[in-house]
């Protein structure tokens, strides 16, 4: 079982910064490819970027290309999103997931922190 906890969220203006972080529990986190969802309210959720068990590819959401980074120290079981020039959009709930390579579905999520971007 891996649990995952995010940190990092927070209010910010418009044209801002922020780094969430998830920290993960096992020995795994290494084999485990890492995620990162966002949920606003009333909407769905929305995939943001995603990162291999080494480090070696990412993904991003059409929404965040260019803006965000996702980054990750095995060493450290933690995964980072950077997020730049942030936008009154990028409001919402942000999830850490992570999910063994060998498989399609995200098992393991965090409880999500919340991300405000003010006007």
């Known amino acids: 079982q891996v649990q995952l906890v995010e940190s990092g969220g927070g209010l910010v203006q418009a044209g801002g910064s922020l780094r969430l972080s998830c920290a993960a529990s096992g020995r795994t986190f290494s084999s485990y490819v890492m995620a990162w969802f966002r949920q606003a309210p009333g909407k769905e959720r929305e995939f943001v970027a995603d990162?291999?068990?080494?480090?070696?590819?990412?993904h991003y959401g059409d929404a965040v290309k260019g803006r965000f980074t996702i980054s990750r120290d095995n060493a450290k079981y933690t995964v980072y999103l950077q997020m730049n020039n942030l936008k009154p959009e990028d409001t919402a709930v942000y999830y850490c997931?992570?999910?063994?390579?060998?498989?399609?579905?995200?098992?393991?999520w965090g409880q999500g922190t919340q991300v405000t971007v003010s006007s």
């Open positions: 997931a992570g999910r063994g390579w060998w498989v399609d579905q995200f098992a393991y």
């Open positions: 990162i291999t068990s080494n480090g070696g590819s990412t």
